[in-house]
């Protein structure tokens, strides 16, 4: 988080597809449950810079968020101090059981060198019964299916240095894992088998998904 400012972050909340979505299965909650704004609970795990925190506590939610870097916590609170932001873990937070209506996961499950498994019981423990969880992850969809060889060969270190020389950019000097990309069917066991029914998977931003397979894009 140390190249973007909150600033940045908050920009991105203009017509940004996933808020749009959020928006539409909050609303359906609210609705179901017959319940107002002021009686939710929500959760950002792995909040960052307080992107969605500082959207929704505006939008009069009541919104708190963990995330284990500290200088993003710190950044997010010096931008508002009264903002609910804490340094913490995931997969071991300190709420009680059952503490929210709904948990935000964005981008995050994905870069867990353990899996999915700690931080979606964690979820399951910290929601109501009857709470939403909602997820965006990067997928293995058809579009890496098909390229996958060229994205692999692109990644070995020599390949990708040599053409990053070529584009005018620095060389990559460690390779260290980023995240993992699930495929549809096994992360929709790894959502059941820890406790969750799922409403609906879609897919979403497909452009960001390429640029990311390829950063020279």
Known sequence: WGKYSVEDVLIWNKNHLHLHLYETYIASYLQRNKKKIKDLRLLDGGCGIGRL???YKRKGYKI???DSVLSAVEKAKQYDPQIEVSHGDIRTLSFPNESFDVYFSVGVIEHDTHGPTAILKEANRVLKRKGLLLINIPVMNNFYKIFWPVIRLYHIPFIENTIRKIFGKKPILKKEFDHYLYDKHEFRIAIERNGFR?????????????AKACPLF
Do not use: K, S
């Not at 799922?198 to 390429?210: F, Y």
């Open 64 to 66: 708190c968020g963990v």
């Open 198 to 210: 799922i409403v609906e998977l879609r897919p979403t931003m497909h452009i960001p998904g390429v």
């Open 53 to 55: 925190i500082i959207y």
